[in-house]
């Protein structure tokens, strides 16, 4: 398996195993499919910060990272998407990636990363914790999806040295 920047070429085979995530769970709040063309337009945007897995010449995977909120003063914060394909489960490719996005932000100055995951989704959930990401807010009732509420856990990452002031 190798981690490598995103091409907009990849962006069809990323919408083969996004999609049906998006059609038939609740691990993501979108009901909107992903398109070839939206994908592209992301991957294009995010340069670096948009990452893929592939094994045996096939992407099973890819992890991003984008601006968490606006705004000047969220500027070493971000927010990011992992998905892999069913197949790749399991097997280190999210961890794979996840390093190698984390690398990706540390070097452009991302103090620290949030994962916002269903509630509905405890396999996103323990991933996260399992690779150092702490739950520090659960919304209640923010997704809807298949007629129902669904809550937003946050989980967070602190990816360089925690600022320390001191005195204090």
């Given at each position: ?20 995530w ?12 992903r398109t070839?063309e ?11 910060a948009?990452l ?26 971000r ?14 490719a999210g ?5 190698a ?19 509905e ?18 919304l ?6 298949f ?22």
């Amino acid at each position: 398996m190798i981690i490598r920047p995103a091409g907009v070429g990849d962006a069809a085979a990323i919408c083969a195993f996004w999609n049906p995530w998006i059609e038939t769970t609740s691990i993501t709040f979108s009901t909107d499919l992903r398109t070839p063309e939206g994908v592209a337009a992301d991957i294009a945007a995010r340069g670096e910060a948009f990452l893929v897995a592939e094994a045996a010449g096939q992407i099973i995977g890819f992890a991003s990272f984008f601006a968490f909120r606006s705004g000047p003063g969220y500027a070493h914060t971000r927010e990011h998407t992992v998905i892999l394909a069913p197949e790749a489960r399991g097997k280190g490719a999210g961890r794979a990636l996840m390093a190698a996005l984390e690398n990706v932000a540390r070097a452009g100055g991302v103090h620290s990363l949030i994962a916002g995951v269903s509630s509905e989704n405890p396999e996103g959930i323990a991933f996260h914790g399992a690779i150092g990401f702490a739950e520090v807010a659960r919304l209640p009732e923010v997704g809807r999806k298949f007629g129902r509420w669904i809550d937003l856990v946050l989980m967070q990452k602190f990816i360089d040295a925690p600022l320390t002031v001191p005195g204090h």
